[in-house]
């Protein structure tokens, strides 16, 4: 009897831990930095979160750029199927796959640009092409991203960065607060299972 009492309290426990660790697979969609600068790298943050988790699907992603100035945009990215094509000569060797690794189910569409130029002042545009995958048929959805890109000679912290960093901390705190909680109410919850048989014993 005892014995099974203390099974039954390891389920909050448990149920505890799974939460922590659902946490940590939360798919977020985070807003890409607007300024690049000459000469170095810059990464054009791209992600489309599936709005059912749990289904399996498989995502093409294509990237198009309008140069300031332009007024038409040019296809410079395709990837599927794991495989990464740079559609036009201006990009050649400067663009770098940076988003989901070793899956169908891309979620993280973001690439990377080398050695940045002014020339790469301009608008980029993202789009998800995904199907989701059901038991007896398929659902195709899209999204798209629109990313103004600025270049300069000198890096500056601007107010979008500033403020994203703040929203990250301010999120890790809410979270492991969340979690502490959680684990003193698992503590609790087993103190008191413990001592209710111990109650129910000597009233016996």
Partial sequence: MKMS?????????????THAWLCRGVCVEVESDREAVMGKGFKLACISCK?????????TVDWWFMAKGESEFVHIYSYANMSGYIMDDRFDDRLAWNGSKKTNDVQDGSIFILNVTFNDTGTYRCFFDRTLVFRKYKYRTDAT????????????RGMASISSEIIMYVSLIVLQSWLLVEMVHCYRTIAAAEKTPRASTAEY
Avoid: H, Y
């Fill in 5 to 17: 009492a203390l099974r039954l309290l390891w389920v909050p426990v448990l149920l505890c831990l």
């Fill in 51 to 59: 709005m059912r988790g749990e289904v399996p699907a498989f995502a």
């Fill in 145 to 156: 991203k629109f990313i103004d890109i600025n270049v300069v000679d000198k890096a500056t």
